[in-house]
């Protein structure tokens, strides 16, 4: 469904959708269809390529290693979530982008708006994305006047040179979507990964004997763990189709749910196990279709660093509290934790 054009998510714009927010979201570039969403999504797609993220993956790494020795320096237990999980992510799309990582706090704050759902107040979640709009706005206005080498300078340029592929609000809202999900969802992935890895027997154990598997760990994590906390973004059919033994009618709309998907026992044999090793792994953790993630590339690089590091830094990680202990985060689109102490 997540690739059939038959089923539009352009088509709920105006439409009171099924949602698990007491209001309305704004979801930008995720509310298009193409062609408009092509036009948009092109112009930024290829500051997400293989080649570019490659080029930024010495730097995430040199940026691992300062938060995790800082971390080791701290002493033991100390919270993986405030030394590596919220600051490594912040700060790798705050140099793509051309975000002062100084300004992080508000910004981060901010986000928060675009992955509540009952997490903040209607009248906050409308003040915060208010707030990451203005803020937005402002560096786009700075960089008309001082453009340098990053991808907020390139959209502006490509606004400016031809504005008819780009219009003024859609360019800070498609920045203030990057810079967002672009650091929102890998905060909340890495401690999920680690607690998996951690409370899975033997799978920690599993990677230290065989580091070479950590690519294929990712992608088995990104299938395990259900990081949507459920749901979302219905899509509505534009004409009769039958779905799953099911008639849709023209103008109804369908939501589909990506961890039940990722343990499709027909696509995944032993699908309800965590195996490291699986090789053949079409799973939908960065979605499918013209919506798949932007920066699903860039969330792979990140997440594969943060296990190399931690793997070569600290072999010996372990949970600090027990397990029943650890407090999960509520109200949001993300399932993860708020703190993660751990020894080693």
């Known amino acids: 469904m997540l690739g059939d054009p038959r089923f539009s998510r352009a088509a709920a714009t105006g439409r009171d959708e099924p949602r698990n927010t007491p209001h309305q979201q704004q979801t930008g570039i995720l509310s298009m269809d193409p062609p408009d969403h092509t036009r948009v999504r092109r112009l930024v797609a290829k500051a997400f390529t293989a080649r570019r993220v490659d080029e930024l993956r010495p730097r995430t790494r040199a940026v691992a290693e300062e938060l995790v020795d800082g971390m080791l320096a701290a002493g033991q237990p100390a ?26 706090d508000k910004f981060h704050t901010w986000s928060e708006a675009i992955v509540s759902t009952t997490s903040l107040e209607p009248g906050l979640v409308q003040h915060y994305l208010d707030s990451l709009l203005a803020y937005m706005a402002g560096l786009v206005a700075r960089r008309r006047v001082e453009p340098a080498d990053d991808l907020l300078s390139a959209m502006v340029r490509a606004r400016d040179e031809h504005a008819d592929r780009l219009s003024e609000e859609e360019m800070v809202m498609l920045a203030a979507g990057l810079l967002a999900a672009g650091h929102e969802t890998t905060v909340t992935q890495i401690p999920n990964m680690m607690y998996v890895l951690l409370t899975t027997p033997g799978a920690w154990d599993t990677l230290r004997g065989r580091p070479e598997l950590v690519a294929t760990a990712v992608e088995e994590l990104m299938r395990f763990i259900p990081l949507g906390a459920t749901a979302a973004f219905a899509r509505y059919a534009t004409e009769d189709v039958e779905l799953g033994g099911v008639l849709v009618r023209a103008g109804e709309p369908v939501v589909v749910s990506i961890p039940s998907a990722n343990r499709d026992g027909t696509v995944f044999p032993d699908a309800d196990r965590l195996d490291l090793a699986r090789e053949v792994n079409p799973h939908l953790g960065f979605g499918h279709g013209v919506h798949h993630c932007l920066g699903a590339q860039l969330a792979r690089m990140e997440l594969r660093v943060v296990l190399e590091t931690l793997l070569d830094r600290a072999p010996g990680l372990r949970l600090a ?20 102490p751990v020894g080693w």
Do not use: H
């Open 79 to 104: 919270d993986l979530v405030a030394y590596l999980a919220t600051p490594l992510p912040i700060r790798v799309i705050c140099d793509l982008l051309g975000v002062p990582v100084s300004d992080q």
């Open 321 to 340: 509290v027990p397990e029943e202990e650890l407090t999960w985060k509520s109200g949001l689109l993300v399932r993860g934790l708020v703190a993660m």
